[in-house]
């Protein structure tokens, strides 16, 4: 079957699947202004750091667009002056609505990188315009096909790494969250290593974690591995140690700004098991030295609380969702940040679209030179 798609563009509209309402309900949304993008990703409708990253830069394209077509020309394009101060607060408040998303960073300075190098050149407005609306098509669509280098690049390394002796059965790796289509622009960046393997006939099994609260894994992977036809195993997220005790796992494979990494980690090291981390360049942040400065989103406590579904009733699946709360009303002391910090030390190796970091022996931080 075709794999999910987060974004859709076709005949001047930029759509997105909301995600919310996933695996039961597919509804694509009609995003028609910044603003709009702004909210998707604030709310969650669109999560997914590669995927954030290419709603907003396609919001911008589209804005710039309906602008040089309209009727009456806007102010903001009688002048490259007035250009610049009209597109430079409109990606300050993209970025504002997930700061922590390193994607939608890189992609925000991607775009103000643009609009100040064609002001440097002396452009004029209308060429202005053009190479900004190219520059967040770019972004958007360079994203598919370097997650199928790193997929490459990741599956590869494991299969090296394990050995043709442990891997003759096919493989087993567990990952966490959601970093497929869903969350990119396609194909995906961990779970994008799990469908290489299955698409090159190395995999066995794949399984991910329900992740709580949002339960990106139990709506949203499970969603992906079962349009795919990928063979696969739900758990809940307390239950990683005992799959570790009592099932053979080659490796746990995750993205970055997931949420329940941290803890798979220390269970992989305990056991032995390769813990893979698989990102976009774009991901990398070389201005933060260490997990201790990377700033930590905490999302309403309320969101901890709920649960949406679909209703379900003598065994049958009703159309119709509902959100209802599980725990007592009033409930106070919610811990909820948006993600963890996995330490390098626990990291096995790191991989990007330009290949694979592995720690040297004895260290516990990585040289990525050589892939980023």
């Known amino acids: 079957m075709a794999p999910l798609t987060s974004i859709r563009t076709s005949h001047g509209k930029l759509e997105i699947v909301n995600q919310l309402l996933l695996p039961h309900v597919t509804e694509f949304i009609h995003v028609k202004s910044v603003e709009e993008a702004h909210d998707a990703i604030k709310s969650m409708k669109i999560r997914g750091a590669p995927a954030i990253a290419s709603l907003a830069s396609l919001s911008l394209s589209y804005y710039l667009t309906e602008a040089l077509a309209a009727s009456h020309q806007p102010a903001f394009l009688a002048s490259p002056e007035a250009l610049k101060a009209h597109v430079e607060p409109i990606l300050n408040f993209l970025f504002t609505a997930r700061p922590t998303a390193v994607n939608l960073g890189a992609a925000t300075r991607r775009l103000r990188n643009t609009l100040t190098s064609s002001l440097t050149s002396g452009g004029d407005v209308q060429s202005i315009v053009k190479a900004l609306i190219a520059e967040g098509h770019l972004i958007a669509d360079e994203d598919v096909g370097r997650n199928k280098e790193m997929s490459k690049w990741g599956g590869d390394w494991l ?6 002796d442990k891997s003759a059965g096919g493989l087993n790796v567990m990952t966490v969250c959601n970093t497929g289509s869903l969350a990119t622009s396609g194909y995906g960046t961990a779970l994008g290593l799990i469908t290489y393997l299955h698409e090159t006939g190395k995999l066995n099994k794949a399984y991910y974690t329900q992740t709580t609260p949002y339960h990106q894994g139990s709506r949203l992977t499970a969603l992906e591995l079962q349009t795919l036809e990928i063979p696969s195993v739900m758990l809940c997220d307390t239950m990683v140690g005992s799959l570790f005790q009592h ?75 509902a959100v209802v709360m599980i725990t007592p009303p009033g409930l106070e002391g919610i811990y909820n940040p948006s993600f963890d910090v996995t330490p390098a030390e626990l990291i096995t190796a790191i991989v990007t679209e330009k290949g694979v970091a592995i720690r040297k022996e004895g260290e516990k931080t990585f040289d990525l030179s050589s892939i980023v």
Do not use: M
């Open 159 to 164: 299969l090296s790494h394990v050995g043709p």
């Open 247 to 321: 099932h053979d796992i080659h490796a746990v494979a995750v993205g970055a700004d997931r949420i329940g990494t941290y803890n798979a980690a220390v269970l992989a090291a305990r056991h032995g098991i390769p813990f893979i981390v698989v990102a976009p360049i774009s991901t990398v942040d070389l201005d933060v030295a260490d997990g201790s400065r990377i700033p930590i989103e905490q999302r309403p406590p309320l969101e901890a609380c709920l649960v949406r579904g679909a209703l379900y009733d003598a065994g049958k699946t009703s159309d119709e969702q």
